[in-house]
């Protein structure tokens, strides 16, 4: 069985819309459980006005009757409160075009300049909105019913700050679930109190100077079955899946798995992990392939993490060209954030939960979770037996 999602709309648009396909009947599904996660993706210190103006809501348009899928395609809606104000601007009908409000200037850092040249866009309104951060919105929904499918199988999916703007956060190091639940009730879902401190006041700082700040991300997935991905063919790996996931949010620069970067540079004794047989099972001694081996799951906590880049929206803007003058001016600026690096762990939450729960149903896809479950159980089963 394959997973596959869409996304569509923009940042003033009337919604945000996903579907997706793939997922077995007989899945749970309320409202509520996705929209605790799209309050989440709100949060966080350093958030900018949007934030104020939005309480995302998803509704369901089709594939959940009586709280329950049935197999059929999910739609879900996110309505965008601020469309009321955006209407004329945005609207699709051809005799609401206005004179005088095309964006020219491009911001550095975003997609507005290469998106202009490659669509032949003059106003860069027509990048901007799609190219926004608000389409997150959406794959934070379609993340959340991922979750539900992987934790009724008994697998989290957890997400928190380790780093804002070279302020690290230190300790619990492999207590993932602990730094989770220290980081949900942190301003900047962060586990580390002392550095969430410097953050907070690195973030004062840089509102104060008009300026943005980047960070990492660290999600960890825990529970997982030996086995998901393959060896065989480069797509199929799920190590370059996820990597691929991760990147694709915007303003990501960076990924790595388990130790990642630092095993480039010590021997290769410090690198790999020792295999035991212990309890029953074969296990690792170490983690520093963070759970994933040849593209494969290994029985051990995945461990992914992801590097942000300062949001390319200034109150103090760089310089740019105009468009249609050539002249250099002041970047535009459009509402933004300061810091949107804790929103952005809760974001690399849903999309590697989507990876994961793809990659689940290939291996113990069937039509329902009662076939999924039987066979996931019968899997489990058979590698404690070894």
């Given at each position: 069985m394959t997973?596959?999602?869409?996304?569509?709309?923009?940042?003033?648009?009337?919604?945000?819309?996903?579907?997706?396909?793939?997922?077995?009947?007989?899945?749970?599904?309320?409202?509520?459980?996705?929209?605790?996660?799209?309050a989440r993706r709100q949060q966080g210190y350093g958030r900018g006005g949007r934030m104020a103006i939005e309480k995302d809501q998803v509704s369901f348009q089709s594939g959940v009757r009586w709280g329950k899928t049935f197999g059929a395609p999910i739609t879900l809606s996110i309505t965008n409160r601020d469309w009321e104000n955006w209407s004329d601007r945005m609207s699709a009908l051809a005799e609401d075009e206005m004179d005088g409000i095309a964006v020219t200037r491009p911001r550095p850092g975003h997609a507005d300049l290469t998106g202009m040249?490659?669509?032949?866009?003059?106003?860069?309104?027509?990048?901007l909105e799609r190219s926004s951060a608000r389409e997150t919105a959406a794959r934070v929904a379609v993340g959340a019913v991922c979750m539900r499918f992987l934790a009724s199988l008994g697998i989290r999916v957890l997400g928190y700050v380790t780093e804002i703007?070279?302020?690290?956060?230190?300790?619990?190091?492999?207590?993932?679930?602990?730094?989770?639940?220290?980081?949900?009730?942190?301003?900047?879902?962060?586990?580390?109190?002392?550095?969430?401190?410097?953050?907070i006041e690195r973030i004062d700082q840089a509102k104060a100077d008009g300026d943005s700040l980047g960070g990492v991300v660290e999600v960890a997935v825990i529970n997982l079955p030996v086995g998901l991905g393959s060896h065989v063919h480069w797509d199929r790996k799920l190590d370059s899946r996820l990597a691929a996931a991760v990147m694709s949010i915007q303003a990501f620069k960076?990924?790595?798995?388990?130790?990642?970067?630092?095993?480039?540079?010590?021997?290769?004794?410090?690198?790999?992990?020792?295999?035991?047989?212990?309890?029953?099972?074969?296990r690792r001694k170490t983690n520093r392939a963070g759970g994933l081996e040849g593209g494969m799951t290994n029985g051990e906590v995945l461990v992914i993490r992801g590097a942000m880049k300062p949001i390319p929206t200034l109150y103090s803007p760089l310089?740019?060209?105009?468009?249609?003058?050539?002249?250099?001016?002041?970047?535009?600026?459009?509402?933004?954030?300061v810091c949107a690096v804790p929103a952005a762990a809760v974001v690399a939450e849903a999309v590697v939960a989507i990876e994961i729960a793809g990659a689940l149903l290939e291996k113990f896809g069937g039509d329902s979770m009662e076939d999924i479950r039987s066979q996931l159980s019968s899997y489990r089963t058979y590698v404690e037996s070894l």
């Open positions: 997973l596959r999602y869409l996304t569509s709309g923009e940042s003033h648009g009337p919604s945000l819309t996903a579907i997706i396909e793939g997922l077995p009947s007989n899945l749970e599904i309320r409202p509520d459980q996705i929209n605790c996660h799209l040249i490659k669509y032949r866009q003059s106003d860069a309104r027509n990048i703007c070279g302020i690290q956060a230190q300790g619990l190091d492999a207590e993932f679930e602990k730094r989770f639940t220290l980081a949900e009730e942190s301003l900047c879902r962060t586990f580390d109190k002392e550095a969430e401190q410097k953050m960076g990924v790595e798995i388990g130790e990642g970067f630092n095993c480039a540079r010590v021997p290769g004794s410090q690198v790999h992990d020792e295999i035991i047989h212990q309890e029953g099972q074969f310089k740019s060209v105009d468009f249609t003058t050539k002249e250099t001016f002041l970047a535009t600026v459009e509402r933004s954030d």
